[in-house]
């Protein structure tokens, strides 16, 4: 019999999602977790959708859209006439990739740490234009950002076209020192297309500083928006040539007020825009969790999740594989060495699952690097307490 151990007591603000009781949810990086008002305010939306569509979705739309777009820019540190929404950073990455014009023998640069779903889009793009994906291979563990800019630049050519470059790396959960990158790149002649997936509501955003030709993020994890909720941001002076994943009527119909950009990409196609229309609902109710705003948020979030690691590290003797730094939200610590022999067994490792099924923890565990080795990713939100990372000790001890 598995040993029995106590679960943590929830702290004040989990009350205020609707997460599962007798669950620990420290995969919060993964698909985000919406709070119980926003979700409330984005049935209120739906149901004013569903009782008038075509004033909902035709008539009224762009008047309920645009102040969503003025929020979110206010947020991100941009203008929004250089921003549009998406269903999720993968599609806006989509968007930019396909629309590039690539010759035979060009090259698009990423990185060893860049996320599945995006390397696929490269490698589609690629082979469907003749042109080469080459792979920036980044050490880890590493100990400096050094490191990271050297790996990238020994991988630029005269024939690189665009640099795929993660703010937040997704399995390795690191945040990338993206500005030295971006402006590396530029005096290079390499436009970066920054996978932003983590960075707002984790990470501070100024884009008009930051500067890349493109940057694609989610909204439905640190700002916990509803699901569906990302945008697309794109320099001014790469916007005329960028095309939707699916392209409808706003190639021809331009609206007064909005940009051909935006035209594009606001409609295209019907579908269910309120949890774009969240985003505002979103951006001001975390931020009034706690007296500092967002800069408490994010600070806090940051100190838990470098406790945390430190905690797991110390109870499992393991060593972290970079400084704290480099850390944000989330923590991606090694599993003790007991667990690096084990075999894959399924998509989800058993280990994994018997984390939930015999504890109500949800953490995701990964399997890369050369030679490979087993992972764990923590996120810290809110609604996590340093006793929901003493009971994944405890808890990982049982298996």
């Not at 983590?198 to 990470?203: K, V």
């Not at 945008?231 to 331009?254: K, M, W």
Request: include cysteine; hydrophobic fraction near 45%; glycine fraction near 6%.
């Amino acid at each position: 019999m598995p040993r029995k151990i106590l679960p943590p007591k929830p702290n004040r603000y989990r009350r205020r999602w609707g997460l599962k009781p007798g669950t620990v949810l420290l995969n919060h990086g993964s698909f985000g977790a919406c709070p119980k008002s926003v979700l409330a305010h984005q049935a209120r939306l739906r149901a004013e959708m569903e009782a008038e569509p075509v004033q909902f979705l035709w008539r009224r739309y762009e008047e309920r859209l645009e102040p969503a777009r003025q929020v979110l820019a206010k947020f991100v540190g941009a203008k929004a006439r250089d921003l549009v929404f998406v269903t999720n950073a993968t599609t806006g990455i989509n968007a930019v990739l396909s629309s590039l014009s690539l010759r035979r023998g060009d090259e698009l640069l990423t990185t060893n740490l860049d996320y599945n779903a995006c390397r696929n889009a490269l490698v589609e793009v690629a082979r469907k234009a003749g042109a080469r994906v080459v792979v920036a291979d980044i050490p880890f563990p590493l100990q400096s950002a050094d490191e990271i800019l050297a790996a990238i630049l020994r991988a630029v050519t005269p024939r690189t076209r665009l640099a795929l470059v993660d703010h937040v790396t997704s399995n390795t959960a690191m945040v990338m020192p993206v500005r030295q990158i971006i402006r590396a790149l530029e005096a290079r002649g390499v436009d970066t297309l920054v996978d932003g997936a983590h960075a707002p509501g984790m990470l501070p955003l100024n884009l008009q500083a930051l500067r890349p030709a493109y940057y694609a993020a989610n909204l439905h994890k640190w700002v916990c928006a509803p699901k569906g909720a990302a945008f697309l941001y794109t320099r001014e002076d790469r916007q005329a040539a960028l095309q939707p994943a699916v392209i409808s009527h706003g190639n021809n119909r331009a609206r007064p007020g909005f940009t051909a950009f935006q035209d594009r990409f606001d409609w295209t196609g019907t579908f269910d825009p309120t949890a774009w229309l969240c985003v505002p609902a979103a951006i001001r109710w975390m931020g009034e969790l706690l007296p500092g705003g967002w800069r408490e948020l994010r600070e806090r979030n940051h100190q838990l999740a470098v406790k945390a690691r430190k905690l797991l590290c110390e109870s499992w003797g393991v060593t972290p594989p970079c400084p704290e730094e480099f850390l944000g939200s989330l923590a991606t610590i090694p599993l003790p060495e007991r667990f690096q022999t084990r075999p894959a067994s399924g998509k989800i490792d058993a280990e994994q699952l018997a984390l939930y099924d015999r504890h109500g923890i949800e953490v995701p565990w990964f399997r890369f690097g050369r030679p490979e080795r087993r992972w764990l990713r923590l996120s810290a939100q809110i609604y996590n307490s340093p006793a929901d990372y003493e009971f994944l000790a405890d808890a990982l001890g049982t298996l």
